[in-house]
């Protein structure tokens, strides 16, 4: 988080508001406090990557099981595998819409 504060307030011909990473942490924690400096933000992506990485390992390991029974195989085959992983990375994307609530916390 600190890294884009300093980079968002980089502007050509202005005086930076931060002289480093560390100058940057330190005012962050003296204006928003221990927790609600660093970690600002941390909760919304939590919000985000625990549902969706849910969704994608919950979809790949239930194709991965569910298409071989489908084509007679005995086991997961390499492209049940592709067909699986490119699933569960469709349905993640799908799930992308919950990362817009961390643009606004």
Known sequence: ??????????T??????????VDC???????????GGP???FSAS?????PAAGVYFGTFETLKLKLPAL???DKPRMVHL??????????YWVCGPAGLAECHS
């Not at 988080?1 to 980079?7: E, S, T, W």
């Not at 942490?25 to 928003?32: G, I, L, Q, T």
């Not at 592709?82 to 699933?87: D, E, R, V």
């Open 46 to 50: 939590l919000l985000r990557n625990i």
């Open 71 to 73: 084509t007679g195989d």
């Open 12 to 21: 050509p011909g202005c005086v930076p508001r931060y002289s480093g990473m």
């Open 25 to 35: 942490v330190r005012k962050s924690v003296a204006c928003n406090g221990l927790l």
């Open 82 to 91: 592709f067909a699986a992983g490119g699933s569960a990375g469709f349905f």
């Open 39 to 41: 970690l600002q933000g």
């Open 1 to 10: 988080m600190q890294k884009q504060l300093i980079q968002a307030r980089i």
